[in-house]
């Protein structure tokens, strides 16, 4: 079974950067589709970046401009940049891998605050 676990997460003030990681076991991220998500309680889970098998990319309109989400293959990991932060990026963010005819994979969450 595939797993994933996310790192990176903590307090930053606005304006800040901040990188978050995404681990998979095994040697099978290149066959997934990955994402990153983020929740905020009480409010439904929310697309932050998600790149294809094909290297495309989509990100919220929120977040364009300001977050980067890049796969490392070689190591089996997923990074989401973030930079500018604002208050309004507070949340869980969560890691997703997607392949058809399996059901999704998500990693159990990291925090992040932006405040000052």
């Known amino acids: 079974q595939v797993q994933l676990v996310e790192s990176g997460g903590g307090l930053v003030q606005p304006g800040g950067s901040l990188r978050l990681s995404c681990a998979a076991s095994g040697r099978i991220l290149s066959m997934y589709s990955m994402g990153w998500y983020r929740q905020i309680p009480g409010k439904q889970r929310e697309l932050v970046a998600k790149?294809?098998?094909?290297?495309?990319?989509n990100y919220a309109d929120s977040v364009k401009g300001r977050f980067t989400i890049s796969e490392y293959n070689a190591r089996n990991t997923v990074d989401l940049q973030m930079n500018n932060l604002k208050p309004e990026d507070t949340a869980v963010y969560y890691c997703?891998?997607?392949?058809?005819?399996?059901?999704?994979?998500w990693g159990p969450g990291t925090q992040v605050t932006v405040s000052s």
């Open positions: 790149v294809f098998r094909g290297g495309s990319t």
């Open positions: 997703n891998a997607v392949r058809n005819f399996l059901p999704d994979i």
